[in-house]
């Protein structure tokens, strides 16, 4: 469990006073807003691509139809393709411990298991300094 965070030099709120520091401040912000309005935007046709997009499908399969061919000469091909899972520390640890608890295991493998059990809980961390707004 994390330790309750003490108020440090870094916590404290200062005014701004220097009018660059206030215009980037401010540009900063209206970056911000502009991001999250086209991030909107790009959302909302994403969602609008993926229902046409089914309906092309659900045609395509019903009549059979693997390929079409397009006005501009390239074409929309109904492919299946196929992709693994990502391996996570999560799922790595679970697959290990299932693995260790069997009694086929020896002493010696189950040892190695448990650290690189341990190695997962403990890897490395990254630390990063990013602005947040709220």
Avoid: C, G
């Avoid at 009018?19 to 969602?47: A, D, G, H």
């Avoid at 997009?53 to 299946?80: G, R, V, W, Y």
């Amino acid at each position: 469990m994390d330790a309750p965070k003490t108020p440090s030099s870094s916590d404290e709120v200062t005014e701004l006073n220097d009018p660059l520091v206030v215009r980037n401040v401010e540009r900063y912000l209206e970056f911000k807003s502009q991001i999250k309005t086209y991030q909107k935007k790009i959302n909302e046709l994403k969602t609008a691509q993926k229902l046409v997009e089914n309906e092309i499908q659900k045609f395509m399969k019903s009549n059979d139809i693997p390929a079409m061919k397009l006005n501009d000469k390239s074409e929309l091909k109904l492919t299946t393709r196929e992709s693994k899972k990502s391996v996570t520390p999560k799922w790595m640890k679970d697959e290990l411990i299932k693995v260790s608890t069997s009694k086929d295991v020896s002493d010696a493998t189950k040892s190695m298991m448990k650290e690189i059990i341990s190695k997962i809980d403990n890897r490395p961390t990254t630390s990063k300094e990013l602005l947040v707004h709220k």
